[in-house]
């Protein structure tokens, strides 16, 4: 049976992140709380609704809705959803539609955050899976993990 992870994104194109062309896995949920995040959206495990002020036009649409659907009703995109489950296999798979790319760069997939290692099931399913088809691994981590 496949592990299930909180998500905000896969971002694809990655170079950034390590060698060569690679994937970056966003998992939600870190234990550390820093003042200067870069992904102060990944910091809650839980899928949240985010609120961009400067987008709301003010229409109402999203008055009478409950908060699980108002980034689904929102036009403008001032609600967002940010947070998904997704299986270690549904996820490695996606991650494999890239292994080209990997392959003529030396890149590869980054799990990155919050902290990936507060899904340790998770991220280790899915580098098992990725590891069977040589693909470069990087764990950007804190390491305040037990």
């Given at each position: ?17 390590g060698?060569?062309?690679r ?82 760069s ?41």
């Amino acid at each position: 049976m496949s592990s299930i992870g909180t998500l905000t994104e896969i971002q694809r194109f990655c170079t950034g992140d390590g060698a060569g062309i690679r994937s970056t896995v966003f998992c939600k949920g870190c234990n550390l709380h820093c003042k200067w995040c870069h992904n102060p959206e990944t910091i809650s495990g839980n899928i949240q609704t985010l609120y961009y002020k400067n987008r709301c036009i003010g229409c109402g649409k999203c008055k009478n809705v409950p908060d699980a659907q108002k980034a689904e009703v929102c036009p403008t995109g001032a609600q967002k959803k940010c947070g998904y489950f997704i299986t270690a296999e549904s996820a490695a798979q996606i991650l494999l539609e890239d292994k080209v790319f990997y392959d003529s760069s030396g890149g590869g997939v980054t799990f990155s955050g919050g902290e990936p290692l507060l899904q340790t099931d998770f991220i280790a399913e899915i580098a098992s899976i990725l590891k069977k088809h040589n693909i470069s691994i990087i764990v950007d981590t804190a390491l305040c993990v037990d």
